[in-house]
Structure formats: C-alpha cells, structure tokens
C-alpha cells in the first residue's frame, strides 16, 4: 500500500462545483503539504499543515481552503471550482522541516 | 512568485552522455537544496540534497554540484540511461520559509537508446 494515497486519481468536474480532494497518509508525519503542479510553472504550494491545529496558506492559496481532520487525513477543497484551477494536485507530507518531502500519485482535475 | 530559476525547460541527451540541469537561487538564507525526480503518473521523489557548507555532493550517477558565490547549483547526471528519462525540479528551503520547499519550473529530461 502506498504511505500517501490521494484520492480521487482523476476528476472532470463543471466549472462551479464544489470539489474536495482528499489525502491520507500512513507515514506518522506530522507535516502536509498541498502542492498544484502546471507545465512550465513546477510545483506551487497551496496550503501546509505542520500538526493538526496549524493551517497556513502557501503561495497561491486563493480560491482554495483545507482542512486536517487528524494526523493523517488533510483535505483540499475548491468551492466553487474554475476552469484554469485543471491542473494536477499533489499532496506531500514530511517529518521535520528541510527533510524529504514524501508525495502522493496526484489527482488529475479537469474543470470544464 | 518563484525564487529559482530553473533551465533547460526540456534537454534530449544519448544513452550514455551527461545530462546537466541548472538552477539560479535569489535568498542566500536559504540552506537545503534537494533535487526531486518525478515519472510520468508518479509524484516526485528525492533524488538527491545538499546544503551550502559542501560544495559537491554524489550519489551514484548523480551529483549535486554547488556554487554558493554565484547562487547557482546543477545536477549531473552521468552515465545518462533511458530509465533516467523523467521530470527533474530543484527546490530550496530555509530562512522565512524554512520547512517550506519553493520548487523550480522543471526539466523535462529524455534520453535516446
């Protein structure tokens, strides 16, 4: 089983809807990571999460939100989802800070 | 807004030869550089890292080499093979956004048979 499962793995949804991607770990990490990744812009963070009661925003948070239900679960939500909001999500947890960061497969979000 | 610059966008290399990825940092706070290597359907993974105290660091095929007087670092890949085709980012952390990695726009790496 893999230590950091997200799902759904693809999604195409319409423009407006709310979506929620979620991410689950198995690693006891205590930090996640929610990251978009683009063609030619890399990976950008979105929200990160160092324990369970910290939520804080990354560099394009907007139109986004989180939640960390527990250790191992921490949530994305688009609430009202837009078209240039397709990319592909990858959630990331780690243990301490500048140590691996140990990523999810991604979900694949289409937005029509 | 992305504080490392990542070149080439895309590099076609022999089996065989040296693929060499470069990144240019802006914040001389930042000290932990890690290279992420990511195959198609796959999230990245850690390569390779290296903090600014050691100039060179390798691991197999792979080096990180670091020039901290020009904030520029690469990796090399020697020995390229087909298997090392795949998406390579460079990352920094440290300073403000320490715990946090800022990543670059990505290598897209392709090596011929």
């Known amino acids: 089983d893999a230590d950091v499962t997200q799902t759904p793995r693809n999604r195409i949804t319409k423009t407006g809807k709310r979506i929620m991607l979620e991410c689950s770990q198995t690693?006891?990490?205590?930090?996640m990571y929610w990251y978009r990744q683009d063609p030619g812009l890399g990976l950008r963070l979105i929200y990160y999460?160092?324990?369970?009661?910290?939520?804080n925003k990354g560099e394009i948070s907007d139109g986004y939100s989180v939640s960390r239900q527990a250790q191992a679960k921490f949530s994305l939500s688009l609430e009202s989802a837009i078209p240039n909001q397709t990319a592909l999500y990858f959630c990331?947890?780690?243990?301490?800070?500048?140590?691996?960061?140990?990523f999810g497969d991604g979900t694949r979000l289409s937005i029509l | 807004q992305q504080q490392v610059k990542q070149s080439p966008q895309s590099l076609i290399v022999q089996k065989g030869g040296i693929s060499i990825i470069n990144c240019a940092y802006e914040n001389t706070a930042f000290d932990y550089f890690p290279w992420y290597q990511q195959f198609p359907g796959k999230g990245p993974a850690l390569l390779i890292a290296i903090r600014p105290d050691v100039s060179e660091k390798k691991e197999g095929r792979f080096t990180i080499s670091f020039n901290k007087s020009a904030k520029q670092f690469s990796l090399h890949i020697m020995d390229s093979q087909p298997g090392d085709s795949a998406t390579y980012f460079c990352a920094e952390a440290g300073g403000t956004s320490y715990g946090k990695l800022t990543f670059g726009q990505g290598t897209i790496l392709t090596v011929h048979p």
């Open positions: 999460s160092f324990d369970v009661k910290d939520i």
């Open positions: 690693k006891g990490h205590d930090r």
């Open positions: 990331a947890t780690s243990d301490r800070p500048n140590q691996p960061q140990h």
